[in-house]
């Protein structure tokens, strides 16, 4: 899969391939997105920072031959076309030049071990405290 678009969109309802423009009006402002150039089925994950509560997501992508899809916020899937109409669509909603997201940084599970070690450190001073104060 190439050219993976997810926006946040503010709606109330269904958003369709031609409704989207009238979200992002050229001069207003941006969407927020998370964009990848080529994706690995299955072998990525991304976020989407500064979406706002309530937004609903929407995609767009290229298939393996090239043909681009429209992923509306109730699941249902539209035809773009070719790139040329990717890359309309795209300055249709403000987004001319578009950069790739980064990926998020995979915490280490040393980190979490860390942690655990430091909790468990705590509770046996508090348990050797409550013994003490017993005697």
Request: with cysteine; net charge positive.
């Amino acid at each position: 899969m190439s050219d993976l678009l997810v926006l946040a969109v503010a709606a109330n309802g269904r958003i369709t391939l031609n409704s989207l423009p009238s979200y992002f009006p050229v001069g207003g402002v941006k969407p927020c997105y998370f964009y990848r150039k080529k994706v690995a089925i299955g072998g990525t994950e991304g976020s989407l920072t500064g979406a706002y509560a309530g937004s609903d997501m929407i995609c767009l992508f290229a298939d393996a031959s090239g043909v681009y899809w429209f992923k509306g916020n109730r699941g249902q899937i539209e035809k773009i076309g070719s790139q040329a109409h990717f890359k309309k669509l795209l300055r249709q909603i403000s987004l001319n030049k578009l950069e790739e997201s980064s990926l998020p940084v995979k915490k280490m599970k040393t980190e979490k071990k860390k942690t655990s070690k430091k909790k468990e450190k705590r509770r046996n001073e508090q348990e050797e405290r409550k013994k003490k104060k017993a005697e």
